[in-house]
């Protein structure tokens, strides 16, 4: 068990929706990342945020936004959903804000239909 | 902008063989991760290389890193059906860019 908490585990919704996908990172680590995994495009960095603020931005969709709250855990928005968002999305945490190794949490499969 | 490609990305070794996967980086890398995911899972850290010519074992599997090269190896020796797994290395660079993946190695090991 990494520590990392992801829920929901399963998410099923149509095209068009908006779904909010929550991760509470492991006690300590201030940094929360969110990794998009399709069979197509392996393992995607999407975004980082550290002990609050956004710290790093990779290949985000305008439709997903991201925060991370006063109490570290962090949300990942998507909107207006397209089947090509269906995927597993990571989160991952770490003390630092790099340099330090990664603990994923167990995912979300989010399903568009 | 850093790019990690792995070579092979799928492999089928029978049982008690050895082989290696090797990950190549285009820039320079800081640091170089070994992670494992079974299927449906998280992804597990197996190794953190932080240095030119380090080497770090665990059990069946031995990652190494040659900075000059880019390169790093994750040998499997003896292969057992338990390794079955896909293999992802990982590295970053200075600054404040994440950790970029490699597309994954899908290892079978087979009776």
């Known amino acids: 068990d990494s520590g990392v908490t992801q829920t929901p585990k399963h998410l099923i919704t149509a095209t068009g929706q908006r779904v909010t996908l929550r991760c509470s990172p492991r006690?300590?680590?201030?940094?929360v990342y969110w990794y998009q995994q399709s069979l197509d495009q392996g393992l995607q960095f999407l975004i980082q945020?550290?002990?609050?603020?956004?710290?790093a931005k990779g290949n985000i969709l305008e439709r997903f936004s991201a925060q991370q709250f006063p109490d570290l855990h962090s949300e990942l928005n998507l909107s207006s959903l397209e089947l090509g968002d269906s995927a597993l999305y990571f989160c991952?945490?770490?003390?630092?804000?790099?340099?330090?190794?990664?603990?994923f949490g167990n995912g979300t499969r989010l399903t568009v239909t | 902008e850093l790019k990690v490609e792995q070579n092979p990305l799928f492999l089928s070794m029978q049982e008690g063989k050895n082989y290696t996967i090797y990950c190549n980086y285009s820039?320079?890398?800081?640091?170089l991760y070994w992670y494992r995911q079974d299927p449906g899972k998280s992804l597990e850290s197996l190794f953190v290389?932080?240095?030119?010519?380090a080497v770090k074992q665990e059990g069946r599997l031995m990652a190494s890193l040659d900075t000059k090269a880019r390169l790093s190896t994750l040998h499997i020796t003896a292969a057992v059906h338990d390794l079955s797994a896909t293999y992802f290395c990982?590295?970053?660079?200075?600054?404040?860019?994440?950790?970029?993946f490699g597309k994954g190695t899908r290892l079978s090991v087979i009776a």
């Open positions: 290389l932080l240095s030119n010519g």
């Open positions: 006690s300590g680590d201030l940094s």
């Open positions: 820039t320079t890398s800081d640091r």
């Open positions: 991952a945490s770490s003390v630092q804000v790099n340099g330090s190794p990664l603990h």
């Open positions: 990982a590295a970053e660079n200075s600054g404040n860019t994440p950790l970029v």
């Open positions: 945020y550290y002990n609050g603020e956004e710290r």
